[in-house]
């Protein structure tokens, strides 16, 4: 999924608290292409744990437009919308580079997608920190590249979090 027409540039508009959606809505009724990455994260409410989505930047979101239209003025009047990113009176564009490379890790709806390499239930050696050379289960792999590792100990099953460079595939 490429979002690139010649002389549409990306950029950063930060959003009100709590509005990413909103103002992802009202860009877009105004024809305007977004990007919105989500992440999902555990949260504790009331005993229970929940998996929810939240964004990668909270606060701000991605939007393509062509500057030379003027339409950043729109933009910053958009309901939801606090003001674009800027340097100086322009607004800055972001690198195609970094909106590629995010597009390539998120699904179509946004969602960051966990690495590709690893995957639940593959067994792995742990190479740096204090359960180095362990070998260890894949539980669960979280977007930000955490991952759930499953380990015998003692006895027993040890869940452990280690960052997904830390990890060997067996």
Known sequence: MIFHDPGTSWFLAQHKPNCGHIAQRNLQRQNMRTFLPLEETTKRQ??????VLKPLFPGYIFVAFNIALGRHRAINSTYGVTRLVSFGKEPAPVPL???SQLL???DASGKLMPPKF???GDQVRITTGPFADFVAEIETIGPDRRVWV???LMGGQMRVAVGAGQLRPI
């Open 46 to 51: 009331g005993g229970k744990f929940s998996t």
């Open 97 to 99: 580079d970094i909106i």
């Open 104 to 106: 390539l890790r998120c």
């Open 118 to 120: 690893l995957k639940a």
């Open 150 to 152: 499953l380990m015998d």
